[in-house]
């Protein structure tokens, strides 16, 4: 992965770029690192409950 090509092909920015946008986010779940990766996994791990759909 020293290679241009194989650095090149690990990024997902352009991936997500118009998600982010979309949503105004300022983190994602794949630009950061330790507690708060953690914390962004949970909250996307239960996803919707029962109670954020019926409100």
């Known amino acids: 992965m020293a290679t241009r090509e194989g650095r090149e ?3 997902s920015k352009e991936f997500w770029e118009g998600l982010v946008n979309e949503y105004g986010a300022t983190k994602t779940l794949t630009g950061v690192d ?3 990766h953690n914390e ?3 909250v996307m791990r239960h996803g919707c409950t029962p109670r954020c759909s019926s409100a």
């Open 40 to 42: 962004l996994r949970t």
């Open 34 to 36: 330790g507690e708060l």
């Open 9 to 11: 092909s690990l990024r």
